[in-house]
């Protein structure tokens, strides 16, 4: 009997045995030939590289480890790769900047592709930029400034090209009112289809691309409404690896930012017909920064945020503090600033107290540009030793009115006015957070992102914690979400959430959150 359970229990080793070597060796053909089938680099599990490719911007994503990370030069280089993964019958994901909060640009095990090598950046005309995927819009502002060209870009410089356009890209500092959503602004798009085909995609021509020539060899007949289904879509359809991208030579106007009394819903009212007016794109903004930061790292954030508004707040004699508004001239001539005072102004015409910070105009903080969250409450020699944080976000888009933040904003137990660095919110696990609510005056003909309702509102509450210490911060925030979604369906609203983000909430099919023109789908 003894002799019975030791054959079966080495031949049970071996078959655990031979399954491990089965799928080792089957890497290492895997790796070799993707080393010899394109131009630019493989890293396997171990090496260094590898592990300097794998990190995302999302500090929940680190424990997630590709096979394989190939960093492709070329569509070539692409198109192999996707025709060797068939082959092998392996999972691919794709990365441009990195920036997904659930996760969506990396998998476990695979063939991972970082695009960050496709990079390009120039003109095709004055009105057309040739912008590659693995681009930063840091890297694209760098060569394009704003002085001089204005485009639908991301607020975060640190996000990529290619996630932020894919997943409709919408900019609430002013551009997106004055012109729409990124997806819309793309003339064509050079991708690779699931079969490893190249395609040229542009609005009722899809054409396979030779690979040699670079030519378009054919046209589709039936596209089935790709280019539509590509503006909103993420990756879902196919890896781009090139977009031609509508820009406007003229300046970016730049916002005013300026403190305002929120003392009652009342007050929530007036900033809603202000918003409403459209001679100004209004956006109002809250921070949060639940633990200390320092002058001299995080100077903007520490006077800002931190001091700033206590100053005012006594100066005022108020019981709360200010918030932030943000407001950019959306007239058709407005030139590269908005004037200050004309801001102001159009504020008090609609009974806006507002706050007098005119001597700290410069110190200001405008949370709607910035590179990454991190370095709003971490020194860099913090990002350096902590990493990317976890972050986790609360939004919603298709609001008709603000109701739902009247008792919020004041009398949260986290994040209202009242309670703002209470002994209680600090427990709350989050270290860092905003709240964002832009607003839209386009008529409902003409909302901001077509493939889904953008409503006159968005909320967006976004928050970073350290990860993997069991931080209360998702729990709160979820149920903060689950709050306001009841509410405002309750008030009537049909809601919808960022298009960057369709798996964030498991209860509404991604189907059901695109509104596609009848006959494509």
Not at 126 to 132: D, F, Q, V, W, Y
Not at 141 to 169: A, C, D, F, N
Not at 257 to 263: H, K, L, P, V
Not at 270 to 288: K, S
Request: charged share 20%; proline share 5%.
């Amino acid at each position: 009997m003894f002799y019975l359970k030791s054959y079966w229990n080495i031949l049970l080793l071996f078959l655990l045995s031979s399954e491990s070597v089965v799928v080792k060796c089957s890497n290492i053909s895997l790796k070799a030939e993707l080393k010899r089938s394109i131009k630019g680099d493989v890293f396997a599990k171990g090496s260094i590289n590898y592990e300097k490719r794998r990190l995302i911007h999302n500090g929940l994503c680190t424990k997630i480890y590709p096979d394989i990370i190939v960093v492709p030069e070329s569509t070539n280089d692409v198109s192999a790769i996707v025709k060797i993964t068939n082959k092998h019958k392996v999972a691919i994901s794709i990365r441009s900047g990195g920036h997904s909060y659930t996760c969506q640009s990396t998998k476990q095990g695979g063939v991972h592709l970082d695009l960050r090598k496709m990079n390009r950046i120039g003109l095709a005309s004055p009105n057309l930029a040739i912008l590659g995927p693995g681009g930063t819009w840091a890297d694209v502002l760098e060569k394009l400034l704003p002085s001089e060209y204005t485009m639908i870009h991301g607020q975060r410089t640190s996000v990529g090209v290619g996630g932020y356009i894919l997943g409709g890209g919408v900019n609430v500092v002013g551009t997106s009112e004055r012109y729409g959503s990124a997806a819309e602004h793309v003339e064509r798009f050079t991708m690779v289809d699931a079969k490893g085909r190249i395609l040229l995609v542009s609005k009722g021509n899809t054409s396979i691309v030779d690979p040699d020539s670079g030519q378009a060899i054919y046209q589709l007949q039936h596209d089935f409404g790709l280019f539509e289904a590509m503006g909103g879509a993420g990756s879902s359809y196919g890896i781009v690896t090139e977009f031609l991208y509508r820009i406007y030579p003229r300046p970016e106007t730049q916002p005013v930012i300026s403190m305002i009394y929120i003392e009652t819903p009342k007050d929530l009212r007036r900033l809603e017909q202000a918003a409403q007016d459209g001679r100004f794109h209004v956006t109002w903004f809250l921070p949060y920064v639940f633990r200390d930061v320092s002058i001299t790292g995080n100077p903007s954030t520490a006077l800002g945020v931190k001091v700033l508004p206590k100053i005012l707040k006594s100066m005022a004699m108020k019981r709360i503090e200010p918030i932030f508004t943000h407001l950019v001239d959306n007239s058709p001539n407005a030139g590269r600033y908005t004037n200050r005072r004309k801001a102001r102004k159009f504020l008090k015409e609609y009974g806006i107290k507002l706050a007098k910070d005119r001597i700290f105009a410069n110190v200001l903080p405008n949370m709607l540009q910035l590179t990454d969250y991190e370095e709003q409450y971490m020194t860099p020699a913090e990002i350096k030793k902590r990493g990317f944080q976890g972050i986790v976000s609360a939004n919603l888009m298709g609001l008709s009115s603000q109701h739902i933040l009247d008792d919020f904003i004041f009398n949260h137990t986290v994040f209202g006015l009242k309670n703002k660095e209470s002994e209680f919110a600090k427990q709350a696990g989050c270290e860092f957070c905003y709240l964002v609510v832009p607003s839209s005056s386009r008529s409902p003909k003409n909302p901001i992102f077509k493939l889904t309702k953008t409503g006159k509102y968005q909320m967006d509450l976004t928050c970073m914690y350290p990860p993997n210490v069991g931080s209360r911060c998702p729990t709160v925030l979820k149920n903060i979400k689950e709050k306001f979604r009841r509410k405002a369906i309750k008030l009537g609203d049909s809601l919808t959430q960022y298009a960057n983000t369709p798996s964030c909430d498991i209860k509404t099919k991604f189907q059901n959150r695109y509104i596609f023109e009848t006959g494509f789908f």
